[in-house]
């Protein structure tokens, strides 16, 4: 069976920085793309950052654009989401998810639908 397990996030005071990690099993990693998403209290689960499978493309949303870098390391099966400059808004729990397509040719897709796998999500909280 797939399993995403993450780790990192926690507690950090505005403009730190985080590092959250999500090392994948069970499943061929380098063949299918990874994303991020978090959910904030009281708001909807949002798409922050994805990279395809090939490694050839990334994606953000707008509100983390320049902020945050998503990276991958099949050697290590692996996915990263490096958070700067972290903001009171940035504060949610966060979740890492694999593209259920196999080799997606598309590039990166933000629609949570397309994704079938999830971590178990870490809680990053940005002190103001």
């Known amino acids: 069976q797939v399993q995403l397990v993450q780790s990192g996030g926690g507690l950090v005071q505005a403009g730190g920085s985080l590092r959250l990690s999500c090392a994948a099993s069970g499943m061929p990693f380098s063949s299918f793309g990874m994303g991020w998403f978090r959910q904030a209290p009281g708001k909807e689960r949002e798409f922050v950052a994805g990279?395809?499978?090939?490694?050839?493309?990334?994606l953000y949303s707008d509100s983390v654009k320049g902020r945050f870098t998503i990276s991958r390391d099949n050697a290590k099966n692996t996915v990263y989401l490096q958070m700067d400059t972290l903001k009171s808004e940035d504060t949610a729990v966060y979740f890492c998810?694999?593209?259920?397509?196999?080799?997606?040719?598309?590039?990166?897709?933000?629609?949570?639908?397309?994704?079938?796998?999830w971590g178990q999500g870490t809680q990053v909280t940005v002190s103001s």
């Open positions: 998810t694999r593209d259920q397509l196999f080799r997606r040719r598309a590039g990166v897709t933000t629609t949570p639908n397309a994704y079938d796998i």
């Open positions: 990279i395809n499978w090939s490694n050839t493309t990334t």
